[in-house]
């Protein structure tokens, strides 16, 4: 599998899906909404890709590059800014 950021996305949607809503089965979060059992600030958001969070889900250190995890934190701000939006 081609090393793209694309890649990374998909592994995401693995989980919380293709449109990033979540899967309670899974215990995915929807990481849309305003909901984060974490904290949805930058750094906690930039931590939990790479750290992953109490083994649900997985650490990302290792498998993917600080810029790509800066692209990611980003990426999963802008959902819930484009969700926020469109309400």
Do not use: S
Request: net charge positive; charged share 25%; hydrophobic share 35%.
């Amino acid at each position: 599998a081609p090393d793209t950021m694309q890649a990374r996305v998909m592994g995401c949607a693995a989980c919380h899906g293709a449109n990033a809503r979540g899967n309670t089965e899974l215990g995915a979060p929807d990481l849309t909404d305003r909901h984060y059992l974490y904290g949805r600030d930058l750094q906690t958001i930039f931590e939990t890709i790479y750290h992953g969070r109490k083994g649900h889900m997985p650490t990302w250190e290792g498998r993917i590059t600080d810029v790509d995890r800066k692209i990611l934190t980003l990426y999963v701000l802008d959902l819930r800014q484009r969700a926020e939006a469109g309400k």
